[in-house]
């Protein structure tokens, strides 16, 4: 059973920058199936980046050109590199292996105006 661990979260200001980890350890198929999702408070979870099937990353449009995942098959880690931060970023951060719908616990993102 694969297990996920994210880290990275924090406090920032509205500009910042943050980078957070999804540790993946466990039977993993591919880091190739790891992506990263957010959930706002009152809002349901939604999917923020991801590889798609061609190993292409793929975006939500909310964080297109600000966002950044990439991977590290040597630390068997996923990256979110997260720049020009929002207040509406504001989030828990999940990684997600789609390959047996497993997910870490969440990090805490908080962006101030």
């Known amino acids: 059973q694969v297990q996920l661990v994210e880290s990275g979260g924090g406090l920032v200001q509205a500009g910042g920058s943050l980078r957070l980890s999804c540790v993946v350890s466990?039977?993993?198929?591919?880091?190739?199936?790891i992506g990263w999702y957010r959930q706002a408070p009152g809002k349901q979870r939604e999917l923020v980046a991801i590889?798609?099937?061609?190993?292409?990353?793929s975006y939500a449009d909310s964080v297109k050109g600000r966002f950044t995942i990439s991977s590290d098959n040597a630390k068997r880690t996923v990256y979110l590199q997260m720049n020009s931060l929002k207040p509406e970023d504001t989030a828990v951060y999940y990684c997600?292996?789609?390959?047996?719908?497993?997910w870490g616990k969440g990090i805490q993102v908080t962006v101030s105006s």
């Open positions: 997600n292996d789609r390959w047996d719908d497993a």
């Open positions: 466990g039977n993993m198929f591919s880091l190739n199936l």
């Open positions: 590889f798609s099937n061609n190993m292409t990353p």
